[in-house]
DNA sequence: ATGGTTGTGTTACAA
């Protein structure tokens, strides 16, 4: 089973290009993040007239994360339980043959410090909650997408001039700790323990040319579902094409 | 030199 993570930055606008991977790739299950649609407004036929199941959470003009399944997904939820105040629209989840995936997308949280910064923490807090209570019911489980945060030093392309950044700051950080603490294994650094694996580039500043990048885009395995892990990779080339998302696409293959 | 780009949806805002 393939299963891709993807922040498109808009699908309107990435459309063809989504597609050309799609055929190329031919995920299981596509995981998105930043459809900036509303549900409605979401090219579901040209998904569904390729194979794949729609199941969508979005919102106007920001955000919105997306399943897409070859499978057919079950016990959709949309948004991410412990506010129901909160109307960004940044999780689903679902179940496919018996694997439980979720397409995140956390808060950037810049600037920091700042209000935008306190939601990312308190967003993180409430993923910690969500995600100890999942582990409780022993499923394969997949929480993969944009973390918008950089682990350690070695995601960074420039540590020093990132470390005040939202992304790479000690409270992000320390709170990623906790979440992988619960019993998640980070898939690619289980497959890649060490160097760069940079998942997404800012389009300013030639970032892309220069790989001037940062690992953000992750899969966290529970235990069940690390068991089956075969494979997990950054697919670079999506990213130099024209018309590209700032970020590149996140696979992982499991023995299912 | 404190710069640069992209997407959404109409004019600033988020990243």
């Known amino acids: 089973m393939k299963i891709a993570t993807f922040n498109i930055n808009g699908v309107k606008a990435r459309l063809p290009r989504l597609l050309e991977w799609f055929h190329e790739f ?3 299950v596509a995981c998105l993040q930043e459809i900036k649609s509303i549900d409605d407004n979401f090219p579901r036929r040209a998904f569904e007239d390729i ?3 729609v199941e969508t959470h979005g919102q106007k003009a920001f955000n919105g994360v997306a399943l897409l399944s070859k499978q057919p997904v079950k016990a ?5 339980p412990g506010d129901a105040a909160d109307e960004q629209a940044r999780y689903i989840e679902g179940t496919v043959n018996g ?3 979720a397409s995140i997308y956390l808060p ?3 600037p920091a410090p700042g209000e ?3 939601y990312k923490l308190r967003w993180m807090d409430r993923l910690i909650d969500h995600a100890a209570a999942l582990l409780l019911e022993e499923w394969p489980l997949v929480l993969c997408g944009d973390y918008n945060i950089c682990p350690r030093d070695e995601d960074v392309y420039d540590p020093k001039g990132w470390q005040d950044d939202a992304l790479c700051r000690p409270e992000s950080r320390a709170r990623f700790r906790t979440l992988m603490n619960l019993g998640f294994t980070d898939a690619l650094r289980h497959i890649m323990p060490s160097g760069q694996a940079y998942t997404y580039w800012d389009f300013q500043r030639g970032a892309w040319p220069k790989d001037h990048g ?7 395995l529970s235990a069940q579902a690390a068991d089956r892990l075969q494979d997990c990779q950054v697919d670079r080339r999506p990213r130099g094409k024209d018309k590209a998302s700032d970020h590149t696409p996140v696979w992982c293959k499991l023995e299912v």
């Open 214 to 220: 940062l690992r953000i885009d992750h899969f966290l």
């Open 108 to 110: 950037n949280g810049n």
């Open 116 to 118: 935008k910064f306190d």
């Open 99 to 101: 694997v439980r995936i």
């Open 26 to 28: 031919s995920p299981d």
């Open 51 to 53: 194979g794949y199941q």
């Open 76 to 80: 959709v939820r949309r948004g991410l």
